[in-house]
């Protein structure tokens, strides 16, 4: 069994979409709209076959949760890169185009080479090796 994709609602889908191709190597579908519901979506696809599902529709209300606090449900998507030297590579980039750094690089003490960053909408993103 493999988890097949992860939905994520946005207020700007073509920036959500732009984060996640150009710096995870994740290839976008075509859009999908519905004008009935007023309904949009990409497929981004990564090379483990895993994809994420970005959707957007005015009616969807904003999240109360706060960026800073844990809470309970979805908190994190985690990609896995090659190597340490990729990790710290990635974060500075990400780091250096204005994307927020929750967490500097580091050893975890489950055995993890991570970062955790915050993508356009402060959904937290965590980059290991």
């Known amino acids: 069994m493999i988890i097949e994709h992860v939905a994520i609602w ?5 920036k959500l979409r732009n984060f996640y191709t150009t710096y995870f190597s994740g290839k976008s579908g075509e859009k ?3 004008p009935t519901h007023q309904f949009e979506s990409y497929f981004i696809a990564f090379s483990s076959g895993t994809r994420l599902e970005l959707m957007q529709m005015p009616s ?6 706060q960026v800073d606090t844990q809470f309970t449900g979805l ?3 985690a990609f896995a890169l090659g190597s ?3 990790v710290d590579s990635l974060t500075e980039r990400l780091r ?34």
């Open 10 to 14: 946005t207020r700007d889908l073509e």
């Open 75 to 77: 908190i994190h998507l």
């Open 96 to 129: 250096m185009d204005g994307f927020r750094v929750v967490s500097e690089s580091r050893r975890t003490g489950d055995g993890y080479y991570e970062s955790c960053v915050l993508d356009p909408d402060g959904n937290r993103i965590e980059i290991s090796a």
């Open 84 to 86: 340490e030297k990729d």
């Open 32 to 34: 999908y709209s519905n």
């Open 60 to 65: 969807i209300p904003m999240t109360l949760n």
